[in-house]
Nanobody
């Protein structure tokens, strides 16, 4: 079992920044895939960014150049640095971790971009 806990969401003005964290605990493997997805009200969940244990990253087109995904393997934590936030980024953000035989989801953290 792997538990994931997100933090760092909140209210920010357009153009502002936030950093989301996803802390993993439990039976941690060094071989993993982790990702951030988001779900805005009335819309389906969409993949935002992902990172593998070998450091390969993926970004959705709508966040390229604004968001950066990273991990700290000592702290077993994944981050999402979000810059130049737009009202369209308002959503609940979820972290996901996949490792051999285990998939885990966090409870979500809400990001609201509004003036």
């Amino acid at each position: 079992q792997v538990q994931l806990v997100e933090s760092g969401g909140g209210l920010v003005q357009p153009g502002g920044s936030l950093r989301l964290s996803c802390a993993a605990s439990g039976s941690i493997s060094s071989n993993y895939y982790m990702a951030w997805s988001r779900q805005a009200p009335g819309k389906p969940r969409e993949l935002v960014a992902s990172i593998t244990s070998s450091g390969i990253t993926y970004y959705a087109d709508f966040v390229k150049g604004r968001f950066t995904i990273s991990t700290d393997n000592v702290k077993n934590t994944m981050y999402l640095q979000m810059n130049n936030l737009e009202p369209e980024d308002t959503a609940d953000y979820y972290c996901h971790r996949q490792e051999p035989g285990i998939q885990s989801w966090g409870q979500g953290t809400r990001v609201t971009v509004s003036s």
